[in-house]
């Protein structure tokens, strides 16, 4: 199956600083990618959609100039979450379709970011 | 408003049963219905997927059964394993979007 490899996998901070997490497609080429964040025992809630060369579109409530979401390359797409505070500790986990496939994701394995 | 309605939000199956999980949607516009199966710590895994073309889809153990009129689907698990246990989430697609139920804890007692 496709690969989606994500990193880093842990991440700890201090309140205030930013963070970058890198979403790769691996094998495959893809032109949209998602990132979801995940609190403990609850479903994936959809942050934002990636499209490789434009801007992203971000979901109802998640804001923008917070979690910005670069998609510079077919392969590529990151999340950085500006001025952390400890609220925006969670599980974020990125997703690719690959290019000219209809329907199926593939998921990475998640960044766990935990703010002090 | 919750566009796909997941249940039970636990189950405990004993090694070699069957497990059921079920969900519910309203839009008649999505058209993909993928089940991901999730380890602590880890990103969801595609586990079976089925498009409303079909009624039922099986892949090994797993089978999707599909009723489009009831806007219902599920998910068998036959012949349950210890490895089995992990979280299990239904989730329904239109375009893009991908949006997934609230999840389902499965335990299987060995």
């Known amino acids: 199956g496709a690969v989606v490899s994500q990193h880093p996998s842990r991440v700890i901070c201090k309140s205030g600083t930013s963070v970058k997490i890198e979403c790769r497609s691996l094998d495959f080429q893809a032109t949209t990618m998602f990132w979801y964040r995940q609190f403990p025992k609850q479903s994936l809630m959809l942050m934002a959609t990636?499209?490789?060369?434009?801007?992203?579109?971000?979901e109802q409530g998640v804001e923008k100039d917070k979690f910005l979401i670069n998609h510079a390359s077919l392969t590529l797409s990151t999340l950085t979450v500006t001025s952390a505070h400890p609220e925006d500790s969670s599980f974020y986990i990125c997703?690719?379709?690959?290019?000219?496939?209809?329907?199926?994701?593939?998921f990475g394995e998640g960044s766990r970011l935990t703010v002090l | 408003q919750q566009q796909v309605k997941q249940s039970p939000q636990s189950l405990i199956v004993q090694k070699g049963g069957i497990s059921i999980i079920n969900c519910a949607y309203e839009n008649t516009a999505f058209d993909y219905f993928p089940w991901y199966q999730q380890f602590p710590g880890k990103g969801p895994a595609l586990l079976i997927a089925i498009r409303p073309d079909v009624s039922e889809k099986k892949e090994g153990r797993f089978t999707i059964s599909f009723n489009k009129s009831a806007k219902q689907f599920s998910l068998h698990i036959m012949d349950s394993q210890p490895g089995d246990s992990a979280t299990y989430f239904c989730?329904?697609?239109?375009?893009?979007?991908?949006?997934f139920g609230a999840g389902t804890i499965l335990r299987v007692k060995s």
């Open positions: 997703s690719a379709r690959r290019q000219g496939a209809f329907g199926e994701l593939f």
């Open positions: 989730a329904v697609g239109y375009g893009n979007k991908l949006v």
């Open positions: 990636s499209n490789e060369g434009s801007k992203a579109t971000y």
